[in-house]
């Protein structure tokens, strides 16, 4: 069974960090792209990053760059999400999913739709 499992949410003020981990198992982990999307209240979800650990590719949305780092670790099977610089319309649910690896950079585009199911997500709360 397919499986992520997001953590590392919480509260935070602006300019804060936080790092959230997602942690994958049913599945071989290098034959797929991790992306990190998110959701916040009223507004749809938004793919944020996706790291393709197998092919050494990132990809950002323009609203995080430079301001998130997406890492794998394979032995782990787990990959993070470094977010330095919070600001408040960071706040949402964050999510993982897998996706197929030639999609990874439609993550970071804000264009990938094809995610069938999600886990229950991370919050991550900004406050000014």
């Known amino acids: 069974e397919v499986q992520l499992v997001e953590s590392g949410g919480g509260l935070v003020q602006a300019g804060g960090s936080l790092r959230l981990s997602c942690a994958a198992s049913g599945f071989t982990f290098d034959d797929y792209a991790i992306g990190w999307f998110r959701q916040a209240p009223g507004k749809e979800r938004e793919g944020v990053s996706c790291i393709s650990s197998s092919e050494g590719s990132t990809y950002y949305a323009d609203s995080v760059k430079g301001r998130f780092t997406a890492s794998s670790d394979n032995a782990k099977n787990t990959v993070y999400l470094q977010m330095n610089s919070l600001k408040p319309e960071d706040t949402a649910v964050y999510f993982c999913?897998?996706?197929?690896?030639?999609?990874?950079?439609?993550?970071?585009?804000?264009?990938?739709?094809?995610?069938?199911?999600w886990g229950k997500g991370t919050l991550v709360t900004v406050s000014s």
């Open positions: 999913a897998a996706v197929p690896l030639y999609t990874c950079w439609l993550v970071g585009a804000g264009t990938y739709s094809g995610v069938d199911s």
